[in-house]
């Protein structure tokens, strides 16, 4: 029988490092950050185009979320 592949990255999860700065963060297998995006860019770049690829949820910088 074989093994599930693990996913290469976590979810994004949301930090505020300093008031008023939120971001999605990716981790590693190491928890370190991977990736870091500010919220309000990303929803922007979300607002202006549609992703062809469906995603699941918590992966919304790699395509479309189904809602």
């Given amino acids: 029988m074989p093994e599930k592949k693990k996913s290469k990255t976590s979810k994004r999860t949301v930090i505020e490092p300093?008031?008023?700065?939120?971001r999605y963060a990716r981790r590693n297998r190491q928890a370190e950050f991977k990736k870091q995006v500010s919220v309000g860019r990303s929803l922007a770049a979300d607002r202006k185009r549609?992703?062809?690829t469906s995603v699941p949820k918590g992966q919304g910088d790699r395509g479309d979320v189904p809602r």
């Fill in 50 to 52: 549609k992703a062809k």
């Fill in 18 to 22: 300093n008031s008023g700065d939120t």
